[in-house]
């Protein structure tokens, strides 16, 4: 079976996945997208994937640029961070105690 134009190709080096797109439609085209080596890059290329078809056009989520794919991840990563409890911030009083402590054991 011969795999249709708008197949990828696929392959791993070191922390990073590539794609290499091809021309939907056939043509001499292709350019190559980067995504990290991580659940993040692998929902990237999944969501790829699925929009990609003989009509994709560049810059589109079916034959995304890397510019794209870098905002896309971008923003993942930024609704993961929102998501976060705030870490805890000590007073200067707890800091102070803490200090102490830290002194009375030998450990400053």
Do not use: C
Not at 54 to 71: C, F, M, V, W, Y
Not at 82 to 104: D, G, H, I, N
């Amino acid at each position: 079976m011969k795999p249709p134009d708008f197949a990828a190709r696929i392959w791993s080096a070191g922390n990073s996945i590539y794609l290499e797109l091809n021309d939907p439609g056939g043509g001499d085209r292709k350019h190559v997208v980067k995504l990290p080596h991580s659940n993040d890059g692998l929902s990237q290329i999944l969501k790829l994937l699925s929009h990609r078809g003989s009509k994709s056009k560049i810059a589109t989520s079916g034959d995304p640029t890397q510019h794209q794919i870098d905002l896309d991840l971008k923003s993942q990563a930024d609704k993961f961070l929102a998501k976060r409890k705030p870490q805890f911030k000590a007073t200067e009083e707890q800091s102070q105690a803490a200090k102490e402590v830290l002194r009375s054991l030998g450990m400053l």
